[in-house]
Protein backbone atom coordinates (compact mmCIF):
# COMPACT_ATOMS: atom_id res chain seq x y z
CA UNK A 1 0.00 0.00 0.00
CA UNK A 2 1.78 3.42 -0.91
CA UNK A 3 2.24 5.45 1.83
CA UNK A 4 1.27 8.75 0.78
CA UNK A 5 3.07 12.06 2.02
CA UNK A 6 2.32 15.97 1.62
CA UNK A 7 2.11 19.27 3.65
CA UNK A 8 0.38 19.06 6.65
CA UNK A 9 -0.83 21.93 9.20
CA UNK A 10 -1.62 22.29 12.93
CA UNK A 11 -3.93 23.41 14.40
CA UNK A 12 -4.38 27.06 14.26
CA UNK A 13 -4.90 27.37 17.99
CA UNK A 14 -1.97 24.99 19.18
CA UNK A 15 -2.43 22.12 20.82
CA UNK A 16 -3.68 18.64 19.95
CA UNK A 17 -6.37 18.66 17.54
CA UNK A 18 -10.17 17.52 18.15
CA UNK A 19 -10.85 17.38 14.27
CA UNK A 20 -9.24 16.52 10.96
CA UNK A 21 -9.58 17.70 7.51
CA UNK A 22 -7.85 15.21 4.63
CA UNK A 23 -8.02 17.67 1.56
CA UNK A 24 -7.55 15.10 -1.48
CA UNK A 25 -6.20 17.57 -4.38
CA UNK A 26 -7.14 17.64 -8.86
CA UNK A 27 -5.34 16.22 -11.38
CA UNK A 28 -2.02 17.22 -12.52
CA UNK A 29 -1.56 18.95 -9.20
CA UNK A 30 -0.09 17.72 -5.53
CA UNK A 31 -0.79 18.60 -2.10
CA UNK A 32 0.22 21.78 -1.85
CA UNK A 33 -2.42 22.74 -4.33
CA UNK A 34 -4.81 22.63 -1.47
CA UNK A 35 -3.04 23.48 1.23
CA UNK A 36 -3.72 27.00 1.03
CA UNK A 37 -7.38 26.68 2.21
CA UNK A 38 -6.24 26.82 5.77
CA UNK A 39 -5.52 30.14 5.39
CA UNK A 40 -9.34 30.56 5.38
CA UNK A 41 -10.44 27.21 7.19
CA UNK A 42 -7.76 27.00 9.72
CA UNK A 43 -8.69 30.40 11.80
CA UNK A 44 -12.44 29.32 11.26
CA UNK A 45 -11.78 25.39 12.77
CA UNK A 46 -9.09 26.38 15.32
CA UNK A 47 -8.31 22.97 16.44
CA UNK A 48 -8.41 20.84 13.44
CA UNK A 49 -5.44 19.12 12.09
CA UNK A 50 -4.86 19.71 8.37
CA UNK A 51 -3.37 17.09 5.58
CA UNK A 52 -3.08 17.45 1.97
CA UNK A 53 -1.63 14.64 0.76
CA UNK A 54 0.07 14.36 -2.55
CA UNK A 55 -1.84 11.47 -5.10
CA UNK A 56 0.32 8.43 -5.52
CA UNK A 57 0.69 8.15 -9.09
CA UNK A 58 2.58 10.44 -11.62
CA UNK A 59 0.56 12.10 -14.32
CA UNK A 60 2.55 10.20 -16.68
CA UNK A 61 0.26 11.22 -19.81
CA UNK A 62 1.07 15.52 -19.13
CA UNK A 63 4.76 14.60 -18.00
CA UNK A 64 4.02 16.59 -14.62
CA UNK A 65 1.98 16.48 -11.47
CA UNK A 66 0.14 13.45 -9.91
CA UNK A 67 -2.89 11.75 -10.12
CA UNK A 68 -5.27 9.15 -7.78
CA UNK A 69 -6.03 7.05 -10.35
CA UNK A 70 -5.57 7.28 -14.59
CA UNK A 71 -8.61 8.40 -17.16
CA UNK A 72 -8.11 5.72 -19.72
CA UNK A 73 -8.78 2.89 -20.34
CA UNK A 74 -11.65 2.41 -18.82
CA UNK A 75 -10.91 -0.68 -17.21
CA UNK A 76 -7.43 0.64 -15.80
CA UNK A 77 -9.75 4.10 -14.48
CA UNK A 78 -11.66 1.25 -12.57
CA UNK A 79 -9.34 -0.55 -10.99
CA UNK A 80 -7.31 2.92 -10.17
CA UNK A 81 -10.06 4.22 -8.81
CA UNK A 82 -10.05 1.19 -6.25
CA UNK A 83 -7.43 1.20 -5.23
CA UNK A 84 -7.22 4.80 -4.48
CA UNK A 85 -10.13 4.76 -2.39
CA UNK A 86 -8.79 1.53 -0.38
CA UNK A 87 -5.27 4.18 0.05
CA UNK A 88 -7.50 7.02 1.23
CA UNK A 89 -9.37 4.92 3.97
CA UNK A 90 -5.68 3.26 5.00
CA UNK A 91 -4.53 6.66 5.51
CA UNK A 92 -7.94 8.28 7.13
CA UNK A 93 -6.88 5.49 9.73
CA UNK A 94 -3.56 5.84 10.17
CA UNK A 95 -4.02 9.79 10.96
CA UNK A 96 -6.99 8.74 13.17
CA UNK A 97 -4.78 6.88 14.93
CA UNK A 98 -1.80 8.88 15.32
CA UNK A 99 -3.98 11.99 16.66
CA UNK A 100 -6.26 9.75 18.92
CA UNK A 101 -9.44 10.69 17.14
CA UNK A 102 -12.47 8.66 15.69
CA UNK A 103 -13.64 8.60 12.41
CA UNK A 104 -16.73 11.18 12.99
CA UNK A 105 -13.90 13.77 13.75
CA UNK A 106 -12.63 13.70 10.14
CA UNK A 107 -14.04 15.29 6.87
CA UNK A 108 -12.82 14.76 3.51
CA UNK A 109 -12.41 17.83 1.42
CA UNK A 110 -11.97 16.63 -2.21
CA UNK A 111 -11.33 18.95 -5.27
CA UNK A 112 -11.82 17.89 -8.94
CA UNK A 113 -10.40 13.96 -9.40
CA UNK A 114 -9.88 14.47 -5.57
CA UNK A 115 -13.85 14.55 -5.50
CA UNK A 116 -14.26 11.67 -7.57
CA UNK A 117 -11.54 9.50 -4.89
CA UNK A 118 -13.52 11.18 -1.76
CA UNK A 119 -17.24 10.23 -3.16
CA UNK A 120 -15.73 6.63 -4.29
CA UNK A 121 -14.52 5.96 -1.14
CA UNK A 122 -16.55 7.17 1.79
CA UNK A 123 -19.22 5.03 1.38
CA UNK A 124 -17.29 2.30 1.26
CA UNK A 125 -15.40 3.01 4.44
CA UNK A 126 -15.51 0.45 7.20
CA UNK A 127 -16.00 3.46 9.43
CA UNK A 128 -17.93 6.31 8.80
CA UNK A 129 -16.18 9.66 8.55
CA UNK A 130 -18.31 12.74 9.78
CA UNK A 131 -18.91 13.99 6.09
CA UNK A 132 -17.60 14.96 2.49
CA UNK A 133 -16.66 18.39 0.60
CA UNK A 134 -17.30 17.50 -2.89
CA UNK A 135 -15.80 20.91 -4.96
CA UNK A 136 -15.96 20.93 -8.81
CA UNK A 137 -16.05 16.79 -9.31
CA UNK A 138 -18.53 13.93 -10.40
CA UNK A 139 -19.15 10.66 -9.12
CA UNK A 140 -17.72 7.92 -11.37
CA UNK A 141 -19.32 5.04 -11.98
CA UNK A 142 -22.60 5.30 -10.18
CA UNK A 143 -23.91 2.09 -11.19
CA UNK A 144 -21.67 0.56 -8.53
CA UNK A 145 -22.91 2.18 -5.80
CA UNK A 146 -26.09 0.52 -4.79
CA UNK A 147 -24.73 -2.96 -4.20
CA UNK A 148 -21.35 -1.34 -2.66
CA UNK A 149 -22.21 1.27 -0.23
CA UNK A 150 -21.62 0.93 3.55
CA UNK A 151 -21.74 4.14 5.16
CA UNK A 152 -23.51 7.11 4.32
CA UNK A 153 -21.53 10.20 5.19
CA UNK A 154 -23.32 13.28 4.84
CA UNK A 155 -21.74 15.24 1.78
CA UNK A 156 -22.07 18.52 0.33
CA UNK A 157 -21.32 19.34 -3.31
CA UNK A 158 -20.57 22.61 -4.73
CA UNK A 159 -19.84 23.20 -8.62
CA UNK A 160 -19.01 26.19 -10.76
CA UNK A 161 -21.90 26.65 -13.51
CA UNK A 162 -19.05 28.12 -16.23
CA UNK A 163 -16.76 25.00 -15.53
CA UNK A 164 -15.33 23.98 -18.58
CA UNK A 165 -13.34 20.60 -16.97
CA UNK A 166 -16.19 18.87 -15.27
CA UNK A 167 -19.96 19.88 -16.23
CA UNK A 168 -21.39 21.19 -13.27
CA UNK A 169 -24.41 18.51 -14.08
CA UNK A 170 -22.00 16.09 -13.33
CA UNK A 171 -22.74 17.49 -9.41
CA UNK A 172 -26.63 17.14 -9.80
CA UNK A 173 -26.09 13.68 -11.14
CA UNK A 174 -23.90 12.84 -9.13
CA UNK A 175 -26.47 14.15 -5.55
CA UNK A 176 -28.96 12.11 -7.74
CA UNK A 177 -27.45 9.28 -7.47
CA UNK A 178 -26.08 9.29 -4.11
CA UNK A 179 -29.71 11.05 -2.50
CA UNK A 180 -31.13 7.43 -3.82
CA UNK A 181 -29.19 5.17 -1.79
CA UNK A 182 -30.09 6.92 1.37
CA UNK A 183 -26.94 9.63 1.47
CA UNK A 184 -27.61 12.86 3.42
CA UNK A 185 -27.00 15.51 0.02
CA UNK A 186 -26.70 19.07 -0.25
CA UNK A 187 -25.64 20.11 -3.91
CA UNK A 188 -24.79 23.97 -5.02
CA UNK A 189 -24.47 25.47 -8.35
CA UNK A 190 -22.36 28.33 -8.09
CA UNK A 191 -23.31 31.41 -10.80
CA UNK A 192 -19.96 32.08 -12.96
CA UNK A 193 -17.45 30.36 -11.01
CA UNK A 194 -15.13 28.17 -13.02
CA UNK A 195 -13.39 25.08 -12.56
CA UNK A 196 -12.16 26.49 -8.72
CA UNK A 197 -12.39 26.85 -5.59
CA UNK A 198 -13.79 30.77 -4.40
CA UNK A 199 -14.95 32.04 -1.03
CA UNK A 200 -18.48 31.32 -1.79
CA UNK A 201 -18.03 27.45 -1.80
CA UNK A 202 -15.63 27.79 1.47
CA UNK A 203 -18.42 29.24 3.06
CA UNK A 204 -20.50 26.75 2.50
CA UNK A 205 -18.44 24.21 2.96
CA UNK A 206 -17.15 25.52 6.72
CA UNK A 207 -20.90 25.66 7.40
CA UNK A 208 -21.09 22.27 6.25
CA UNK A 209 -18.00 21.26 8.52
CA UNK A 210 -19.91 23.11 11.51
CA UNK A 211 -23.20 21.03 11.35
CA UNK A 212 -21.41 17.37 10.92
CA UNK A 213 -18.88 18.36 13.68
CA UNK A 214 -21.45 19.54 16.03
CA UNK A 215 -19.89 22.91 16.27
CA UNK A 216 -21.42 26.79 16.67
CA UNK A 217 -22.01 28.84 13.39
CA UNK A 218 -18.02 30.43 13.31
CA UNK A 219 -16.40 28.46 15.85
CA UNK A 220 -14.63 25.35 17.27
Not at 54 to 62: F, H
Not at 70 to 92: F, H, M
Not at 183 to 198: F, K, M, N, R, T
Request: hydrophobic content about 40%; proline content about 10%; some cysteine.
Amino acid sequence: MPILNGPSRAPHAGGAPDSLAILLHGLGADGNDLIGLTIALGPRFPHMAFHSPDAPNPYVEAGFGLRWFPLEPPDERAAGLRKAGEVVETYVGELLEEYGLTPDRCVLIGFSQGCMTSLYAAPRMERQVAGVVGLSGALLFPEWLANEVRQKPPIVLVHGDQDMVLPPESTAHAGQTLAEVGLPVEAYVLPGLGHSIDPRGLEIASRFIENVLGLPDGAE
